[in-house]
């Protein structure tokens, strides 16, 4: 054994990493290092991705890096929350990877409630804070799924919170440099749901946990900017992330299921970026009740991707008639 080799078995394995974009964030850094620092886990190294900030966030970052030798952090150009992320996976050292948001914080066990060395990626809960008042979103008991039953994430927990965020989640950092998974920074919404989907498209076994670790700040006021082609763009990449988790090949029944629930995962996230605009109610009542009873195929096969495509050209129709009154 050579003196590389002896220097290597030596380091011992960082069991997680985790990845801080930040924006901005002055007024909650301090909360959100101090709470990842606070962790009974300590075995972490903590990326900290500065995109472009304007305010004392790089300085305060950096402070923070020379006082703790298990943080890294890297500055760039604003490039968005995306670009951020995959900054910081590109270095990312730890067996297993997560993501916190600056403005949010975790509670001392929220690495610790993770442990499970059988599961390629693990969901915790999360608790939701707006004005002063805090509602926990979470699994009512421990899930567990395979390869063959990936489908059933959907149906058992379309549309909440903890499956849709990028947080309270740890994926295992080999599955991800095996295939060069990244964050699509051509979307601007719904872009971390579509990493997890992806995600599942190379894992092997998913376990979801009735805890809640994780503190989710709702912005008070948080105005979306989004246009049809980013519409367009979104649903295509749903349809290509869940093409091959077995969901079109199990029978018409399971297919019928599964549409509803992907398909108005969707639409929630997509409708809810119109209340900023005018006659929101009138589109979205249309799209919800009537668009997804008119567009029946017959090609069983293609049933998603068939109604996700027309439910595009009726909200392509609507959104010009909107901006042209």
């Keep these: 054994m050579n003196s590389n080799e002896k ?3 030596h380091i011992p394995e960082i069991l997680y990493s985790i990845i801080v974009p930040v924006y901005n964030a002055e007024t909650t850094l301090h909360r959100c290092i101090d709470s990842i620092l606070a962790q009974t886990e300590p075995n972490f190294e903590l990326i900290l991705v500065n995109d472009g900030s304007k305010d004392s966030s790089a300085s305060i970052i950096d402070e923070y890096a020379s006082l703790d030798k298990r943080i890294k952090v890297l500055h760039k150009v604003n490039g968005g929350v995306s670009s951020a992320r995959n900054l910081g996976l590109s270095i990312i050292r730890g067996k297993y990877v997560t993501f ?19 599961a390629d990626l693990v969901i915790g809960g999360v608790i939701c804070l707006e004005n002063n008042q805090e509602y926990i979103c ?3 008991t421990v899930y567990y799924y395979n390869k063959s039953n990936f489908g059933d994430i959907i ?7 903890y499956i849709r965020s990028p947080w309270c989640k740890i994926y295992k950092s080999s599955i991800i440099r095996k295939n060069d998974l990244t964050y699509n920074t051509n979307i601007h919404f719904a872009e971390d749901y ?8 190379f894992c092997n076994s998913v376990k979801i946990i009735p805890q809640s670790h994780y503190y989710y700040i709702l912005p008070i006021h948080r105005v979306y900017k989004m246009d049809v082609l ?5 649903v295509k990449t749903y349809c290509e992330a869940i093409k091959n988790l077995n969901y079109t090949k199990e029978g018409i029944t399971q297919d019928i299921k599964i549409n509803k629930r992907g398909l108005f995962c969707v639409l929630h996230i997509y409708i809810s970026h119109l209340r900023y605009i005018p006659k929101f109610k009138e589109i979205s009542r249309f799209i919800t009740k ?14 998603i991707s068939a109604k996700l495509k027309r439910i595009i050209e009726i909200s392509k129709l609507l959104l010009k008639s909107n901006h042209n009154h």
Excluded: C, G
């Excluded at 579509?194 to 498209?201: D, I, M, Y």
């Design 100 to 118: 916190i948001d600056s403005d949010d914080f975790v509670s001392p066990d929220y690495l610790s409630s993770f442990n499970d060395e059988n």
């Design 230 to 234: 980013q519409y367009d763009t979104a």
């Design 290 to 303: 009537k668009a997804y009873r008119h567009t029946a195929v017959e090609d069983k096969e293609l049933y």
């Design 7 to 9: 220097i290597r078995r």
């Design 138 to 140: 979470q699994s009512d």
């Design 155 to 161: 149906i058992d927990h379309n549309n909440k919170t």
């Design 194 to 201: 579509f990493f997890t989907l992806e995600f599942l498209n």
